[in-house]
């Protein structure tokens, strides 16, 4: 007889549906094909199917949660299990008023398979990346991984009591989970292999600076040096309109027209006049 377990439609049991043509997850038939059961989606739009599925879940939420505290997740999970074992177990079954959830269990678990000894590792997988600081962000929370790992992407794979980061097949950070928000949760060798790394580098880059000060000032002046002289004492350049060779810096450009010789003196070399200078010199002598 197959073990058939009634699921509704929902993104984590079924992918994609057209009639009776179903895609599973991918993740619920790895599940299913470990502990050898068959996942069985009920039908669309039928109430009383899905009804079967829900019930149990407002039976929990009405007969176990009113009322109760619990410290952390793992005193919750005692409750309930003791809850399963006890007043769970000792309610009517719903398909026969006439015997209880305990004694219609023992009367279908000679039918039952024995659970495999390596249970199935339940755990949530995402991908995550590591920016500048060696902090990834999961559940809302910052976790410390090694500094070598930083602008990478990494694999986060968390259960109810522990947080593993991977880079690849490797694990590089174990963290205990926390359930807070916004918390960093940090471990000390991580921190402390940063400080000794941002120690060394600073004592590398301040010897290196001191080796290379004498040079690097040199290089500094020559080009400030450079950049201060004006090119015309460099490369002595011709002057148009005196045509002779000059050092002096605020030469004027040559010009691609010659002076011609009937013009009047042109403008000796020197500083730059201004235009009413130029036209004052230029002009000929009245009679």
Not at 126 to 135: D, E, M, N, Q
Not at 182 to 202: G, S, Y
Request: net charge positive.
């Amino acid at each position: 007889m197959p073990r058939v377990l009634l699921y509704d439609n929902l993104k984590s049991a079924v992918l994609e549906r057209q009639g009776e043509a179903i895609r599973f997850h991918p993740t619920l038939l790895a599940f299913a094909g470990h502990y050898r059961f068959e996942p069985r989606p009920v039908a669309v739009a039928r109430g009383n199917e899905k009804g079967r599925v829900e019930r149990a879940i407002r039976h929990v939420r009405d007969a176990f949660f009113p009322a109760r505290s619990f410290t952390d997740l793992a005193d919750l999970n005692a409750q309930a299990e003791h809850w399963c074992r006890g007043q769970a177990a000792d309610r009517p079954c719903p398909e026969d008023r006439t015997m209880t959830v305990r004694q219609a269990l023992a009367q279908e678990q000679p039918q039952l398979l024995p659970l495999p000894e390596n249970p199935y590792p339940v755990e949530e997988q995402l991908a995550v990346k590591a920016g500048k600081t060696p902090y990834v962000r999961f559940d809302l929370n910052d976790y410390t991984v090694p500094h070598t790992c930083v602008r990478r992407t990494l694999t986060v794979r968390a259960d109810v009591d522990q947080v593993r980061i991977f880079d690849g097949a490797e694990m590089i950070a174990s963290h205990r989970r926390s359930y807070d928000r916004d918390a960093q949760i940090e471990d000390p060798h991580h921190l402390q292999t940063l400080v000794q790394f941002k120690r060394q580098a600073r004592q590398h880059r301040g010897v290196d600076s001191l080796t290379r000060a004498v040079p690097t000032c040199q290089l500094l002046l020559t080009r400030a040096g450079r950049a201060l002289v004006p090119t015309s004492v460099l490369s002595p350049a011709r002057c148009c309109a005196c045509s002779i060779g000059t050092a002096r810096p605020a030469c004027r450009p040559p010009s691609r027209r010659r002076c011609a010789p009937d013009r009047p003196t042109p403008t000796p070399c020197g500083p730059r006049w201004s235009g009413n200078a130029q036209r004052a010199a230029t002009r000929r002598p009245s009679r």
